[in-house]
């Protein structure tokens, strides 16, 4: 899973595996993280 900021489509991406992208997802879906 590739991940970047909208507003700037050529700037810096984030890239991350299946199962790394899939635990964080989980993780927001539990409420487990704190977003701002």
């Known amino acids: 899973m590739a991940v970047r900021d909208s507003k700037d ?3 810096p991406k984030l890239a991350f595996g299946a199962s790394a992208w ?3 997802a ?3 879906k ?3 993280h ?3």
Do not use: K, N, S, Y
């Open 22 to 24: 899939r635990a964080f």
């Open 9 to 11: 489509p050529d700037g």
């Open 30 to 32: 539990a409420d487990a």
């Open 34 to 36: 704190d977003l701002p």
């Open 26 to 28: 989980e993780r927001i």
